[in-house]
T-cell receptor
Framework: TQLLEQSPQFLSIQEGENLTVYCNSSSVFSSLQWYRQEPGEGPVLLVT?????EVKKLKRLTFQFGDARKDSSLHITAAQPGDTGLYLCARMGNYGQNFVFGPGTRLSVLP | DAGVIQSPRHEVTEMGQEVTLRCKPISGHNSLFWYRQTMMRGLELLIY????????DSGMPEDRFSAKMPNASFSTLKIQPSEPRDSAVYFCASSPGTSGIYTDTQYFGPGTRLTVL
């Protein structure tokens, strides 16, 4: 099984600060997705990255896929309490349709 | 449009009892996934179906777990007999399968929180 690692595991910051969370694997991803999960709800897709070196922006969120397609980062600018949640990365699994999820980074943004 | 619907939202049962979780995927989606989430193990894929056919059930913990998808609009996950270690949040997700396998989007339901006493 090709596992995903995410860091940090927990992150607590003040509103307005910037932060970066990471997703890594020892193997190459064909594609990678980032999800956010709020308490009591299911994960919601934020972005899919496919090309090595790709950068995608979603408002204050910037996603980067590593050149070698083994890692990805999510940077949040000027974090807000509404950004609080569990951030999960997921890579495509062996059967081409399922996804394998990382353990997540639990972010808390304090007002 | 209605999203993925799961029922019940909460289930409390005693060890040894049978538990059935239900899922209605988004209409038109051809893939359905069952996941289990715990603090210790994170989000784990249990089984997934494509066009109502089970494709990968390697994540099903043991014979006590079974899943069915009798038609495109309904799936069940059954645990019999249930054990305390089965306590978790169980999510169902569906995907359209139209974007290509590398970029398909999974839509998750709200989950069923199962507690086995």
């Amino acid at each position: 099984t090709q596992l995903l690692e995410q860091s940090p595991q927990f992150l607590s910051i003040q509103e307005g600060e910037n932060l970066t969370v990471y997703c890594n694997s020892s193997s190459v991803f064909s594609s990678l997705q980032w999800y956010r999960q709020e308490p009591g709800e299911g994960p919601v897709l934020l972005v899919t990255v496919v090309t090595g070196g790709e950068v995608k922006k979603l408002k204050r969120l910037t996603f980067q896929f590593g050149d070698a397609r083994k890692d990805s980062s999510l940077h949040i600018t000027a974090a807000q309490p509404g950004d609080t949640g569990l951030y999960l990365c997921a890579r495509m699994g062996n059967y081409g349709q399922n996804f394998v999820f990382g353990p997540g980074t639990r972010l808390s943004v304090l007002p | 449009d209605a999203g993925v619907i799961q029922s019940p939202r909460h289930e409390v049962t005693e060890m040894g009892q049978e538990v059935t979780l239900r899922c209605k995927p988004i209409s038109g989606h051809n893939s359905l996934f069952w996941y289990r989430q715990t603090m210790m193990r994170g989000l784990e894929l249990l089984i997934y179906f494509n066009n109502n056919v089970p494709i990968d059930d390697s994540g099903m913990p043991e014979d006590r777990f079974s899943a069915k998808m009798p038609n495109a609009s309904f799936s069940t996950l059954k645990i019999q007999p249930s054990e305390p270690r089965d306590s978790a949040v169980y999510f169902c997700a569906s995907s359209p399968g139209t974007s290509g396998i590398y970029t398909d989007t999974q839509y998750f339901g709200p989950g069923t929180r199962l507690t086995v006493l």
